[in-house]
């Protein structure tokens, strides 16, 4: 079976401004509660400004609970909350709630590794000139941890554009969508190719954007 | 100024009990550098961190201009860590901000207006020698410009204390010289009370004007840098003075002399004024004795002139123990004994 180009190319295009759409709110949603967890999995820790037993354990209980669990089954198994919280499970929308929670779980433990590499005598000094802890958080951590943290949310960003093909496959839409009831239900690899090309330049335009901002924070 | 009265600190580690500081009382006094020596595992920065509260006292208190620490609340805190400049071996500056960021950064906190920040920052370059680094970043700069830099820093603020966690230790010695140099005019123009710890007796010996040295958590010695380095009590302070001020040349030397028919080998300490007179020569000639310098050094400490020397007398038996005995109601004088092997 032929696909009629003149009419596919739309679909095509539709496809990746959905996928872009999806990945760019996971992004931002993501990045949002993921640096927040990730934070408080930091600060928390024993012998640190805000140190609580309680939030650590239970943040870090969270973490490990939903990070390991395969993209495509989490999904299906958050379902009923993403009724709730956006009224359906169809369309990119949707998809994008389970997106974000599984995307924010990442981005968590990226910003806590990438805050434990800060030299602790920065904190220190910072602490010994009155700052307060909350202004240790804002002035000293995110600055000094923020070009790791580009390159963190670089690599977590090309994990989400693998998320939203997944998400494709069941009613999120996107280029997952395309490829799957195109290059896999009908067999036609011209597609497929098509799609696959499409999703290795989205993955290349994310790398040198997040290696060119980093380098300016990092200055190398 | 500042007032340790019988602190102690233990940490529990693994169910052990490791006593950092203990039973330590010490006053600093405004306008003291005074200097904190021993061996890493003193407890020197244990003790220097109680005076901002980085470290919390397990007993006794501490007292900075009559305030003890501990009746803080955190606010109050704050302000009074302010008041205190620190400034630590690796640096600690933040990566993310320009030099003249990171001396901004203390204004920062304090809200000072933009205009005043941006003037004291062009002050406080100028006084460290930085005027033309404002903009590099930490990671352009040799490790002295880095520390002159966490002075200016901790200069920020017009504290009038300013504590030293071993700023110099990762400095090559011309450098030490030059940071050292620095804190002294930061105390003798800015009138900045320092506190600094050190396990380098050259720190203490360039600048400082009282000393305590620690071992094990105790102060086992404190006092006049002046007395404790021309009269030490404990053996550590012996050998950290021994440190920079070799007294005693190698057996063999001493054995050659003794080979030479050397029989009369003495340590002479001369004190402040004794420097200035040829005592010496003076009874040695009264009672036809010759005297040989085998080894020492004169030296000045705190602009007083301190010479330990090992002398040599020659001569009739009876005169020498004359000149001797004539000496030793001037100087410090002890006979120095030679092993025979």
New interface residues.
């Given amino acids: 079976m032929k696909v009629d180009w003149a009419l596919f190319w739309p679909r095509i295009l539709e496809a990746t401004g959905q996928t872009i759409y999806m990945v760019l709110l996971t992004l931002i949603f993501g990045a949002i509660i993921g640096i927040v967890i990730g934070l408080l999995l930091y600060v928390t820790r024993e012998n640190n400004i805000m140190e609580s037993k309680v939030v650590f354990t239970i943040l870090n209980i969270l973490v490990n609970i939903i990070r390991p669990i395969p993209f495509i089954i989490f999904l299906v198994a958050l379902s009923p909350l993403t009724r709730i919280v956006m009224g359906t499970t169809i369309g990119t929308t949707a998809a994008i709630f389970p997106m974000t929670i599984a995307a924010a779980f990442s981005i968590a433990r990226v910003v806590e590794n990438n805050l434990i590499s800060i030299?602790p005598?920065?904190i220190?000094?910072?602490?010994?000139?009155?700052?307060?802890s909350w202004?240790i958080v804002f002035?000293?951590l995110i600055?000094?941890a923020?070009?790791p943290l580009v390159l963190g949310l670089t690599f977590v960003t090309v994990g989400l554009i693998d998320f939203s093909a997944v998400a494709g496959t069941v009613g999120g839409g996107g280029l997952g969508h395309i490829a799957i009831t195109y290059g896999y239900q009908r067999f036609d690899t011209s597609v497929m190719i098509v799609t696959v090309v499409i999703l290795i330049v989205l993955v290349q335009l994310a790398q040198w954007l997040g290696n060119t901002v980093s380098k300016k924070?990092l200055?190398r | 100024m500042i007032e340790f009265s019988d602190v102690s600190k233990i940490f529990k580690v693994k169910n052990r009990e490791v006593k950092a500081v203990q039973n330590v009382s010490l006053k600093i006094e405004k306008g003291d550098i005074f200097g904190v020596i021993g061996f890493s595992g003193a407890g020197k920065s244990t003790l220097l961190r109680m005076v901002n509260l980085l470290e919390k006292p397990t007993v006794g208190t501490v007292k900075v201009h009559d305030t003890d620490l501990m009746k803080l609340s955190p606010k109050e805190l704050r302000g009074l860590r302010r008041n205190i400049g620190m400034i630590f071996q690796n640096f600690n500056l933040m990566t993310s901000r320009t030099v003249a960021g990171n001396i901004a950064y203390p204004m920062k906190l304090e809200k000072v207006p933009k205009k005043e920040i941006e003037r004291r920052t062009k002050e406080l370059l100028s006084f460290v020698g930085l005027s033309e680094k404002a903009k590099d970043y930490p990671e352009q700069l040799s490790g002295g410009q880095k520390q002159r830099v966490g002075i200016a820093r901790a200069l920020a603020n017009n504290p009038d204390i300013l504590i030293c966690d071993e700023a110099t230790s990762a400095l090559d010695p011309e450098t030490t010289a030059d940071i050292l140099k620095l804190l002294k005019r930061v105390n003798a123009e800015l009138g900045i009370t320092v506190l600094l710890i050190t396990h380098e007796m050259n720190v203490i010996q360039e600048i400082c004007n009282r000393v305590a040295v620690m071992e094990n958590g105790f102060v086992i010695e404190s006092g006049d840098v002046y007395d404790v380095f021309t009269n030490p009590q404990h053996p550590t302070t012996q050998r950290f003075i021994q440190s920079v001020n070799q007294d005693r040349p190698s057996e063999a030397i001493l054995k050659e002399w003794r080979e030479n028919g050397g029989n009369h080998l003495y340590r002479v300490l001369f004190k402040g004024s004794t420097t200035h007179t040829p005592l010496l020569s003076e009874i040695t000639q009264k009672y036809g004795v010759y005297f040989n310098i085998l080894y020492g050094t004169v030296r000045e400490l705190q602009q007083q002139m301190f010479g330990n020397l090992l002398v040599s007398f020659e001569g009739d038996e009876r005169a020498i123990k004359k000149a001797i005995l004539e000496l030793q109601q001037i100087v410090e004088m002890e006979e120095v004994v030679v092993h025979e092997s």
């Fill in positions: 030299d005598g920065v220190e000094a910072a602490k010994a000139m009155g700052a307060s202004q002035t000293v600055p000094e923020l070009g924070i200055r």
